[in-house]
């Protein structure tokens, strides 16, 4: 057990000693710390799998709405994509376990919004 005296820290150990991220069914705690390692992944601070345990179609609106980012230009499709979802946890741990982060020379290029 690691006691920690803000959530900063919190969020800070995790993504340190943590190999990767699956995101459970919870409320604004999860999404919070789940956006930002995956923020941090999008920016290439952090080099490691996030993913969505998508029970009984939890995740499927917060998966629409990255779709509906993408499609109107605020999410990099190849961002998008390094988002993993599945129901199957095996599966899923599968996908994490394979995943191979990709490497941008930058998370925008001129003229990109």
Known sequence: MHVVGSMHERKALMADRADAFLGLPGGFGTWDEFCEVFTWSQLGILRKACALLNVEGYYDPFLNLADRACEDGFVL?????????????????DRVCEYDPPRFDKWMGSGQR
């Not at 499709?77 to 741990?93: C, G, K, N, T």
Request: proline share 6%.
């Open 77 to 93: 499709r190849q961002h998008r994509e390094m988002l993993l979802a599945d129901s199957d946890p095996v599966r899923l741990l």
